[in-house]
């Protein structure tokens, strides 16, 4: 049997110092990819909008401990935005301000009431395009 000398760094102990090393080097690409991977961020988060993406709504849900307004956005130069409840009834029409690209809505009716816990559906109109969308609501 072979005595094993505690002071002795192992080979797999001797790998993981090396790979440290390498971590710490500047000229391992790590920099690069920490910015390769912001740059990315960003590109990701503007590209629905430099691509023209459909309307959204947000937050889903919607809890009334937590928020006041549902915010549309990635809306049309111009048009409305309409609400329905699950039975088809419409619930409030609102309309998109000139250029705006963003709406909110304080979850009240046509009458100025609140409107109920419940899921929901919007439309997005602008000419002849139309979009639509779900929304949740927690009273």
Do not use: C
Request: glycine share 8%; hydrophobic share 40%.
């Amino acid at each position: 049997m072979t005595a094993m000398n505690i002071n002795e760094p192992s080979l797999r102990g001797e790998e993981r110092r090396s790979n440290r090393m390498r971590l710490l080097r500047p000229n391992n690409g790590l920099a690069m990819t920490l910015k390769l991977g912001f740059v990315l961020i960003l590109i990701l988060q503007f590209l629905p909008s430099l691509m023209g993406a459909d309307p959204h709504a947000f937050p889903v849900p919607f809890v009334a401990k937590k928020h006041q307004n549902i915010s549309f956005t990635n809306l049309p130069q111009s048009g409305t935005i309409k609400i329905f409840n699950m039975v088809g009834e419409k619930v409030v029409e609102l309309s998109i301000p000139l250029g705006a690209g963003i709406r909110s809505w304080n979850v009240k009716n046509d009458e100025g009431d609140n409107v109920a816990t419940g899921v929901y559906f919007f439309s997005v109109s602008s000419g002849n395009q139309k979009t639509t969308g779900k929304l949740v609501i927690i009273r």
